[in-house]
């Protein structure tokens, strides 16, 4: 608190453990001894805004420099997890300095890429950036020599007091502990040094600044003392997050070389619903069975990666977490033409869906009336013939249109799906009260055994038909034609491009899908542009875009694990 006076005596004594009580010791004046200006009673968010700030400024410095080329292919020594307390509930690092494969990975990936610059254009930008990232804290730029191959951080949330840490990896000691001395003296504020177990700490007597101190080659700037305290206990054998079985579990299903990862412990956060007035309607039940998540971006030989796990207990699991579990392949790729520029894919929707319906019918009389009339949910409701999966197709257009592209829902009974869309689309239309859209304007035609409604007007570009599994929804009749097509084994299907296949092998899965073919889809603004707007898009900006081949992410789960991966390919 701001009115907290410092001890007069420094403690030699190793603090107790994170979450043990301190005992309180007495104090004689003069042995901590305030540095800098007079004391302030600013709120707590400066500080934290402050040290965050650095943090991200020394982030970007590696982030940048990485994808510029100009680390050494050594790789540094891990030095930032060790010293973070066990039970930290959020934990950030980054690589600084990774591994060598990593940076011939970047090198590889920057190269293709010449909007990005040179090394000596990416450093005066760099420097630019870090300039203002640090406006306020009393350093520059030239201030951040030191900074050593890694950079991290932790949170660990007590209530409504959360205890931060923020770690650099010093190069310097000497050249780290000059530049915390122009922030300390920059702050305005005064601190009083101590010693705790042979590390200088050096904290606010106001609460508006963080404590600062250099722990075994780590520059620490923290929340307060007894954070600083946390880390060098942790530093000194106390156990760290490493052994936290929660962190291990869910980073055991990340790859282990990487550019930085972020981890967080679900269920510490949802543990705050009960702090939330009036809860958290209904999210905490949803989140109750996830333990801890993670994610990690690394660079691969075909493109940039970033891995997504969760990790889940499988006893708290609801049913609708439970429809969604699998690997795939989602039973729509198989009726998704091969020459789609987009595709996203889903599992799992359908018990959700009808869920939510049931949900709303309970509101009253008139929502559950409205619901029965419809049919939607009961014994013989649409919703309980849909599986769950759904998909979305963009692709090349017929006619007028320079796109087209299909709505696909998964069916297990096509007959009792057509039943419903004859009864009640037409009384939906009459009731819509847009004349454009009334029955009358739609048309059906017959295709292989299969009815088709289409919009008879310009104004009315939809068709749709119940194929064989699914439920398609087109802008045209030729959209669900070709779904046909595909149902009965006649056409290709995206799954049988090599494209998507080359795309989607490193994916955990391909039960929830997203796929961007990236060339595809500039060759098709290539062909509807005029020659001059399509190089006027490629000036701003547009090339960048063309050494990407595909945008790919996936996803596979288990009881007790899911699993996720978003490629950018560049090969």
């Known amino acids: 608190m701001s009115d907290q006076q410092p001890p007069e005596e420094p403690s030699d004594r190793l603090p107790p453990a994170p979450g043990e009580r301190a005992e309180p010791t007495s104090a004689a004046s003069g042995s901590m001894q305030p540095v800098g200006g007079a004391a302030t009673t600013k709120a707590r968010s400066k500080g934290l805004t402050i040290a965050l700030l650095v943090g991200a400024a020394v982030l970007l410095l590696g982030v940048v420099a990485a994808a510029a080329g100009y680390l050494s292919l050594r790789g540094a020594p891990e030095a930032v997890l060790d010293k973070v307390p066990s039970g930290a509930d959020a934990v950030v690092v980054a690589h600084l300095d990774p591994a060598a494969s ?47 191959g890694e950079l991290g951080g932790y949170v660990t949330i007590d209530g409504a007091a959360p205890e931060y840490a923020v770690l650099i990896a010093s190069d310097d ?76 579990g869910v980073m055991d299903q990340l790859p282990d070389d990487n550019l930085g990862f972020a981890y967080v412990n679900v269920h510490a956060l949802t543990s705050l619903a009960s ?17 801890g998540a993670a994610y990690s971006i690394s660079a691969e030989s075909d493109g940039l990666a970033l891995d997504g796990a969760v990790t889940t207990d499988p006893t708290k699991l609801t049913d609708a977490q439970r429809e969604a579990l699998g690997s795939g392949p989602n039973p729509l790729l198989a009726i998704t033409p091969a020459d789609a520029y987009a595709v996203v894919a889903s599992s799992g929707v359908g018990k959700a ?18 619901i029965e009339r ?66 009358q ?4 035609e017959d295709y292989q055994g299969i009815k088709i409604t289409y919009g008879a007007l310009p104004t009315t570009p939809v068709a749709w038909g119940v194929v064989n599994g699914a439920l398609v929804v087109g802008l045209s009749p030729n959209a669900v034609e070709q779904a046909v097509d595909l149902s009965n084994g006649t056409g290709s299907s995206i799954t049988s491009d090599a494209d998507f296949a080359s795309a989607v092998d490193g994916l955990p899965g391909t039960q929830t899908l ?25 000036d701003e900006g547009g090339k960048n875009l063309q050494p990407i081949k595909a945008v790919v992410a996936g996803g596979a789960g288990t009881e007790t694990a899911s699993t996720y991966r978003v490629l950018v390919e560049i090969p």
Do not use: C
């Open 514 to 538: 997203l796929y961007v073919d990236v060339r595809g889809v500039l060759s098709a603004v290539q062909g509807f542009l005029p020659g001059d707007q399509y190089q006027a898009f490629l």
């Open 102 to 148: 990593q940076k011939m990975n970047l090198f590889r990936m920057a190269s293709k890429f010449p909007d990005l610059g040179s090394e000596e254009e990416l450093k005066q930008k760099l420097n630019g950036f870090l300039d203002d990232a640090l406006s306020g804290s009393g350093l520059t730029h030239d201030d951040l020599g030191w900074v050593g």
């Open 374 to 439: 419809l049919g939607l949910i009961g014994p013989d409701g649409v919703l309980g013939h849909l599986t769950g999966d759904v998909g979305v197709q963009v692709g090349p257009g017929s006619g007028l249109l320079p796109v087209g592209g299909t709505v696909m829902l998964g069916v297990d009974d096509a007959g009792a799906v057509q039943l419903w869309l004859d009864d009640h689309v037409p009384l939906l239309l009459k009731q819509s009260g847009l004349p454009q859209i009334a029955g």
């Open 275 to 291: 702090l939330v007035p009036g809860g958290m309607g209904g999210l905490d039940t949803q989140l109750a069975a996830y333990q």
């Open 173 to 248: 000691d000497d050249a780290a502990s000059a530049a915390l001395q122009r922030f300390r003296d920059a702050s305005g504020a005064s601190y009083a040094e101590s010693t705790v177990d042979g590390v200088t700490v050096w904290s606010p007597v106001s609460d508006d600044q963080p404590a600062t101190a250099i722990v075994d080659g780590t520059v620490v700037l923290a929340s307060d003392s007894d954070a600083v305290q946390a880390v060098i206990q942790t530093d000194h054998g106390a156990s760290s997050v490493q052994d936290d079985q929660t962190f291990q």
């Open 441 to 444: 304007t739609f048309k059906t």
């Open 353 to 370: 869906l009808e869920d939510s319906v049931t949900q709303f019918a309970q509101l009253g009389p008139g929502p559950a009336r409205t």
